[in-house]
Each structure stands twice: as structure tokens, then as C-alpha cells.
T-cell receptor, first 116, second 114 residues
Framework: ETGVTQSPTHLIKTRGQQVTLRCSSQ?????VSWYQQALGQGPQFIFQYYREEENGRGNFPPRFSGLQFPNYSSELNVNALELDDSALYLC???????????????FGEGSRLTVL | AQTVTQSQPEMSVQEAETVTLSCTYD???????LFWYKQPPSRQMILVIRQEAYKQQNATENRFSVNFQKAAKSFSLKISDSQLGDAAMYFCAYRNQGAQKLVFGQGTRLTINP
């Protein structure tokens, strides 16, 4: 069984640029969520996708956007990068919506974004 | 909005000893889930243990157990017979029944001394 995989593992961007992060969900999982983890902090929920539609969003501006594809893989796009966007971005998947299971998320190893 | 607080930024314990990590949370809901996740240097969040709020019995997974006090909104993690591989950041997390997101605490860095 393949777990959650993310790419790239590390990347460096400059302020104002755009970035795309990618995530392949665990086999059989149709729900993907993204979290931002600033250094020394706990992860913060960005949004969740279920069957290619966003069905929940945290307190992040519209320049954070996403996609989910028919194979349930997902992208996180961030436009107009700011210095505070420097963080570890974690992707997590689960089988089904929140109400259908006990809520365990399976996480990838994250993409470390540095904005200069 | 729900909040999760971990008041111990760092903890250390001798190998083979027992350590307890603290977590409190704030919610007005009655049905929810609580979790402890471990994040080693590899960065991948790994579920350690899970507790459903409607269950009075404290969850146990091998050397890991919780003390769930619903009225006090407290959810501590006890690690028995600590091993070097237990060294990591530990995050307490909360999720409402039917909600999409996990709400995480700020984490506790656990060091195991040989």
C-alpha cells in the first residue's frame, strides 16, 4: 500500500512568485486536506478536497488555492508569495468524508517552502 | 472556535522511564475526537493514539495511554518504558464530529536521555 507522497520536498522562492505543491493520496483515499506548519508551531488547516471539490477551508486568503484530480491527487497553489508563507506544507488523506470514519488522517512528509 | 493548548514546549525523560504530556482543549461540542500525533525529524505526522469523546474508557496502544477527562477538557498522553525512538514532537489534536479539519496544539518536544 503506497502512502501519501508529496513533491517537491524542499523549494526556495522569492517574494511575489507563485508556487505549486503536489500530493498523491494514499491508495483508496478520496479526501485530501492541506495544512501549513510554520516553524515551531502546530499545523494549521488550509482546505480540504473531496471528489474534486473544496468542501472546507480554514482562515487563509484566496491566493491559497487548490485542485483535486480524478485520481484523487491534489495540488496546492500559492500566488503572490509573502515571507510569512515560509513553512512546511503537509498533505493528508483519509478514506471518505469526516463523518464517515473516526477521522484518522494519513500524512505525507511535507514540502518545505522558503520564501526569500 | 475550538482551541488546543499544550503547556509544555519541551519535556525530557530517561530511557525506560514514564513521561506524561499535557493537553487541554476548549469546545462547546459534546461529540468529538481527540488525537495524539508524533512528528519525528522525518516530518511525517504519525498517529499515536485516538480517543472518541463518547467513550468513557481511556484509549491504550501498547506503551501509550491517555487520561481523558471530559469535564475538565483534558487529554494527557502517558508514555511508559520510554525508548530512544520515542524522541519527537508530539501534537495534541481535536476534531468535531462531522467536521473537516483537525485543530492542533503547538506541540511538545520530547527528548529521551539514554
Amino acid at each position: 500500500e503506497t502512502g501519501v507522497t508529496q513533491s517537491p520536498t524542499h523549494l526556495i522562492k522569492t517574494r511575489g512568485q507563485q508556487v505549486t505543491l503536489r500530493c498523491s493520496s494514499q491508495s483508496g483515499h478520496n479526501t485530501v486536506s492541506w495544512y501549513q506548519q510554520a516553524l515551531g508551531q502546530g499545523p494549521q488547516f488550509i482546505f480540504q478536497y473531496y471528489r474534486e471539490e473544496e468542501n472546507g477551508r480554514g482562515n487563509f486568503p484566496p491566493r491559497f488555492s487548490g485542485l483535486q484530480f480524478p485520481n484523487y491527487s491534489s495540488e496546492l497553489n500559492v500566488n503572490a508569495l509573502e515571507l510569512d508563507d515560509s513553512a512546511l506544507y503537509l498533505c493528508a488523506s483519509r478514506p471518505g468524508l469526516a463523518g464517515g470514519n473516526t477521522g484518522e488522517l494519513f500524512f505525507g512528509e511535507g514540502s518545505r517552502l522558503t520564501v526569500l | 472556535a475550538q482551541t488546543v493548548t499544550q503547556s509544555q514546549p519541551e519535556m525530557s525523560v530517561q530511557e525506560a522511564e514514564t513521561v506524561t504530556l499535557s493537553c487541554t482543549y476548549d469546545t462547546s461540542e459534546s461529540d468529538y475526537y481527540l488525537f495524539w500525533y508524533k512528528q519525528p525529524p522525518s516530518r511525517q505526522m504519525i498517529l499515536v493514539i485516538r480517543q472518541e469523546a463518547y467513550k468513557q474508557q481511556n484509549a491504550t496502544e501498547n506503551r501509550f495511554s491517555v487520561n481523558f477527562q471530559k469535564a475538565a477538557k483534558s487529554f494527557s498522553l502517558k508514555i511508559s518504558d520510554s525508548q530512544l525512538g520515542d524522541a519527537a514532537m508530539y501534537f495534541c489534536a481535536y476534531r468535531n464530529q462531522g467536521a473537516q479539519k483537525l485543530v492542533f496544539g503547538q506541540g511538545t518536544r520530547l527528548t529521551i536521555n539514554p
